[in-house]
Nanobody
Framework: QVQLVESGGGSVQTGDSLRLTCIVS????????MGWFRQTPGKEREFVAALLWSNVLPYYADAGRSVNGRFTISRDRDKNTMFLEANTLKAEDTAVYFC?????????????????????WGQGTQVTVSS
């Protein structure tokens, strides 16, 4: 069992930055991959970024989906915390952001991007970007 609690969302202006935090609790976290997804009403959950809790090795959403280069995923093992640094925010980044954990079987971009590979989800934190 893994428990996840997100925080750090809010209402910001275009071009601002936010740091989303996910507090992670559970055992044997090195057996898990961790990810950030986002969702807007009426749309499917969209992959943002993911890493291995053991040694990071991150993946990010395609450049064409606009997050690459602006978002950075990281984790602090001592504090059992995962972060998503979101810079130069745009209106289209407005969404509920979720952190998730999945049992690691093998690590590649396809595995990281698929929300069906994640077993545990937080409650989400709202990010609203206005111009």
């Amino acid at each position: 069992q893994v428990q996840l609690v997100e925080s750090g969302g809010g209402s910001v202006q275009t071009g601002d930055s936010l740091r989303l935090t996910c507090i992670v609790s559970g055992r044997d976290l090195d057996d898990y991959m961790m990810g950030w997804f986002r969702q807007t009403p009426g749309k499917e959950r969209e992959f943002v970024a993911a890493l291995l809790w053991s040694n990071v090795l991150p993946y990010y959403a395609d450049a064409g989906r606009s997050v690459n280069g602006r978002f950075t995923i990281s984790r602090d093992r001592d504090k059992n915390t995962m972060f998503l640094e979101a810079n130069t925010l745009k209106a289209e980044d407005t969404a509920v952001y979720f952190c998730a954990a999945g049992t690691l079987k093998f690590w590649n971009e396809g595995t990281a991007r698929n929300p069906n590979n994640y077993d545990y989800w937080g409650q989400g934190t709202q990010v609203t970007v206005s111009s």
